[in-house]
Structures are given as structure tokens and as C-alpha cells.
Nanobody, 119 residues
Framework: QVQLVESGGGLVQPGGSLTRSCAASGFFVSIYTMRWYRQAPWKQSELVAAITGGGTINYSDSVKGRLTISRDNPKNTVYLQMNSLRPDDTAVYYC?????????????WGQGTQVTVSS
């Protein structure tokens, strides 16, 4: 069964840190592009970080220098280390795995987890 299971959300004070995990089963994160999105109330979904199968990493300007995406291939898990959190980082965070071959496109989503930054 293919699925992405997320964990590590919750409530944190401004300036604090959280680590989000996204554990995959049924496919290998090492050959997929793995992305983290977030959606805040009344805002459009925002892509915040991505890591390709080849290891290329990109971040949105809004999180660069504060959030770090990483991948543990033996654990088949992708992480999002979140530091120096601000209230405007409050959102539901989702991970997504995607891959395109000649004849098929694959896309899998995690269930999403709330991250709230508040004092």
C-alpha cells in the first residue's frame, strides 16, 4: 500500500523549532521529488521546500535560512527541520512525493499536520 505518513506537528512559541517527518511506504523517496507545502487559513497553498531524487534542494524565499529539508533513504523518510519559527509560519503542512516516467505520472500526498506558532 502506497502512503505518506506525517508526524511532528503541534504548537510552538515564536523563535522555537519543530521537526516534521514524512515516512513513505510502497515507494522509494530516493527516486521521487519530495516537496513540503503549507496552507494557512485564507491563503493559497505555498510550496516551501523540495528535494529531487538527485538531491537538488530548493526553498521558497519566505523560509530560506530557517527551514531545512532532508532525506534519510534507509528510513525512507523525508524531514523538514523548522527553526526560528514565526507566527506567519502557522499553517497545515503537507508532504508530497511525485515522479514522472515516460508513460505515467505518480503523485502521493501525506495527510497534513497543523503547525501553530503562538505565544
Amino acid at each position: 500500500q502506497v502512503q505518506l505518513v506525517e508526524s511532528g506537528g503541534g504548537l510552538v512559541q515564536p523563535g522555537g523549532s519543530l521537526t516534521r517527518s514524512c515516512a513513505a511506504s510502497g515507494f522509494f523517496v530516493s527516486i521521487y521529488t519530495m516537496r513540503w507545502y503549507r496552507q494557512a487559513p485564507w491563503k493559497q497553498s505555498e510550496l516551501v521546500a523540495a528535494i529531487t531524487g538527485g538531491g537538488t534542494i530548493n526553498y521558497s524565499d519566505s523560509v530560506k535560512g530557517r527551514l531545512t529539508i532532508s532525506r534519510d533513504n534507509p528510513k525512507n523518510t523525508v524531514y523538514l527541520q523548522m527553526n526560528s519559527l514565526r507566527p506567519d509560519d502557522t499553517a497545515v503542512y503537507y508532504c508530497k512525493g511525485s515522479r514522472t516516467t515516460t508513460f505515467k505520472e505518480y503523485e502521493f500526498w501525506g495527510q497534513g499536520t497543523q503547525v501553530t506558532v503562538s505565544s
